[in-house]
């Protein structure tokens, strides 16, 4: 079975930093995209990191220069380093995994985890 679970969410003031891990087990995701997305309460789902097979990142316009994307294939883990939050980061973080080719659409991902609040206080 195919699980994605996220930890490393939390309570931070602005200006602070947390980084999220999602750690993926039921199968080996080195070879494939994996993003991260983030729900704010009352609105949709948003984009915020990909990282690809080759390890080429993309980011959402608001995350850029503050988000870091990052995995480690002999953990079967991705990360996000999220540096300067500010009160509008605040939602609940989803990992997710592709069987195709990923993207920025959360209808290019298979597999999802949990999710983990991520609260910013001013």
């Known amino acids: 079975q195919v699980q994605l679970v996220e930890s490393g969410g939390g309570l931070v003031q602005a200006g602070g930093s947390l980084r999220l891990s999602c750690a993926a087990s039921?199968?080996?995701?080195?070879?494939?995209?994996m993003a991260w997305f983030r729900q704010a309460s009352g609105k949709e789902r948003e984009f915020v990191a990909t990282?690809?097979?080759?390890?080429?990142?993309v980011y959402a316009d608001s995350v850029k220069g503050r988000f870091t994307i990052s995995r480690d294939n002999a953990k079967n883990t991705v990360y996000l380093q999220m540096n300067s939050l500010k009160p509008e980061d605040t939602a609940v973080y989803y990992c997710?995994?592709?069987?195709?080719?990923?993207?920025?659409?959360?209808?290019?991902?298979?597999?999802w985890g949990q999710g983990t609040q991520v609260t910013v206080s001013l």
């Open positions: 997710a995994a592709s069987d195709g080719f990923g993207g920025t659409r959360s209808n290019g991902y298979t597999y």
């Open positions: 039921g199968r080996t995701f080195t070879w494939v995209p």
């Open positions: 990282i690809s097979r080759s390890a080429t990142t």
